[in-house]
């Protein structure tokens, strides 16, 4: 999406313990735990090249009154899909910018995604052509793939669904001068 954009990048993992973070915090508020997940990820980063402008990005699904984890197989990613046949799900993105170590910038953004009430032999065939890539998605689908399939309608952002609240990054990123406005 970045690079979509024009915005020059490098990547470098954060090394941040999701799990103990999500440890402690409220499964109810998944939005919150988008933002501090890419606080987090951002502030690692930060603290090993001061200099840098650092995004922070994550993702976290809201279903039925808890925060939904990615799928551990393929059975765990077909139990969840058809859980959320015919129903919404919130998704929610948070991003950071951090610099010199410190968190400049946080922002939020979901989409509500209308699952559409698919057929058996369609999750079958969605299953088999995606495979275990689904495994590293949150909710075990891309909307850039035949994931898309799987939707009625989406209330939200593309890029937000995508995994990153583009527009108000590039914004935060113009009016801190590292993009002309």
Known sequence: MLEGAGVPFTV???DVDEDALKIGHDPADAAGLAVE????KALAVSRHDGDAWVLGADQTLAFDGGLVSKA???????TRLSAMRGRTHSLHSGAALARNGQIVWSGVDTAAMNVRNFSDA??????TAEGEGLLSCVGSYRLEGM??????????????????PLWPVL????RAGVLTP
């Open 147 to 164: 994931g898309a399939q799987l939707f009625e309608t989406i209330d939200g952002d593309y890029f937000t669904v995508l995994g990153l």
């Open 122 to 127: 369609f999750l079958d065939a969605y299953l």
């Open 37 to 40: 997940l890419a606080r987090a």
């Open 171 to 174: 914004a935060e990123l113009r």
């Open 72 to 78: 551990r197989s393929l059975e765990d990613a077909r």
């Open 12 to 14: 470098q993992v954060a």
